[in-house]
């Protein structure tokens, strides 16, 4: 008997090849699976409804069709193209992290499941009430739209009379990843003097997560490696441009309580003629406390991380004022070294004397100054820490600042909402009401906006996979929760009737079209040596997908 994930297979053996490249071989392998649809059609059960076609919205389609194979899946996704933070999260020198796109290929071309790419559900888009009244079930798995800020003031920017716009700021880390990854809505906001426009050549970054770590180590990379990746063409320009040479990482907490993982740091220290400068007194006095000793103690990660800083420290940090000053010395004189810091126990406060612009001559300095608030760690009687401020501060002038504390998911209408938590209540899952904790028939959560954002794509995996056994369960019961939920067991037509009134299909972007684009972009990339080149604008896209 013919199975789903056969011609899947087949189809992302040939796609990824590099040799692979005929499109009449690919469409006419996609047709074939395109042909299966009528049969599962015909004869499925239940029809789900997936909002986001990221990590965790593949992942519960993924789970929900091996453990139900009378399911059908329509995945909607507002872009063109799917794979959410894969595509726009996933650092371009990390490709080994994106290998999760071949799995979710197979997802997008089961006979079972429809794609609605360029497909809008909630505000501007397709009603959630609509949807609710012809699938059995609707799981929203759209993630975070935007990063959290860090509220002090001059954060926005310094107000400028004449040009009408701000100048300077706090700048989000999620945008700049979002522009170096190919995100069609930001392209405009990095010129090409972004980073070329100051006098310290000093950037920082705010956060001391992962992709804080990320983001120094794009702004550090030589561009000859950074131009064998995927990251786009307009971003190369821009970091060809740059004087950045120092990036300091700052964060409010000490290295115990630091969120990057020893991969990400070591991917740093690794960086050839880019050097770590730390405080080594202040680093090894924190670490050495009991309670710090404890921490370590208690998990191999965190010690792992130390042992790394603590080996760096030891062999690569000179001893004596001689030995200090010679190797500052020689480290100034070389034309290609960058370095990098960890700085901790530091709050911004304040942004202070904003960026400045001569009309006359046209010449703008992006440098401005930045109020560094010392913190201290204290500890409870439960020996749980909490920082405060010392009431010290200094001033350090940067050329550019980003923030990288966080994400925050948005609400979408007709599906309840923490506004405090930023996630949908729910419960394994399943979305609650707010004000009774009673189960939402057919309303499901999965992924970030599920959770928070908080661990790496293998906890997503295994939080959408969470998600789709709930669903599977519930399709087998006839009572849960005391709320009687009996499938309607809608047919195709009865959902596609409600999807045309509703205009889903008019400028849909399917699988196939999807794959066109791949393809495209992957021809791109080939001539120039690197695995694909994105395309970032959205006409262009539809353009492509509709060739």
Known sequence: MWQPASISTTCITLLRSRNFHSSTQTRRLLSNALKKQSFFQKRSKHHVAIVGAGPAGFYTASKLLDKRPDVLIDLFEKLPIPYGLVRFGVAPDHPEVKSCSHKFDQVGMDPRVRYFGNVKVGLQGLPVEKLSEVYDAIVFSYGTSVDKKLGIPGENGFRHSKLGHNLGGIHSGRDFVNFYNGYPFVQDFFDTNFFASGVTNRAAVFG???????????????????????????????????????????????????????????????????????????????????????????????????????????????????????????????????????????????????????????????????????????????????????????????????????YESRPIPGVPFNEKKNIIPNASGRILNPDSDKIIPKLYVSGWLKTGPNGVIANTMQNAFETANAISMDFEKSDLNNLKYVPQKNTIEKVDNTLKLLGAFNNRVDYKSWMKIQEYEDSLGLKVGKPREKITLITEMLKIANS
């Not at 405060?388 to 600042?401: E, F, K, P, R």
Request: aromatic share 6%.
């Open 208 to 406: 001391m997560g992962n992709v804080a770590l990320d983001i120094a180590r794009i702004m550090l990379l030589d561009i000859e490696t950074l131009s064998k990746t995927d990251i786009t063409n307009r971003a190369i320009e821009v970091l060809s441009n740059s004087k950045i040479n120092h990036v300091d990482i700052i964060g409010r907490r000490g290295p115990i309580q630091s969120a990057f993982t020893t991969k990400e740091l070591r991917e740093l220290l690794t960086l050839p003629n880019v050097r770590l400068k730390i405080d080594s007194t202040l680093f090894k006095n924190t670490v050495s406390t009991e309670q710090s000793k404890e921490a370590i103690r208690k998990s191999r990660p965190l010690k792992r991380k130390i042992e790394l800083i603590s080996k760096y420290i030891d062999e690569e940090i000179p001893n004596s004022p001689v030995e200090r000053l010679q190797d500052s010395m020689e480290f100034s004189n070389s034309s290609e070294g960058k370095s990098w810091s960890l700085r901790f126990f530091e709050s911004p406060l304040e942004a202070l004397h904003p960026p400045t612009l001569d009309l006359i001559t046209d010449t703008f300095s992006s440098t401005q100054t930045i109020r560094l608030g010392k913190n201290s760690l204290v500890y409870d009687s439960d020996n749980k820490a909490s920082i405060v401020s010392t009431g010290h501060s200094i001033d350090v002038s940067y050329d550019i600042a980003f923030r990288s504390v966080g």
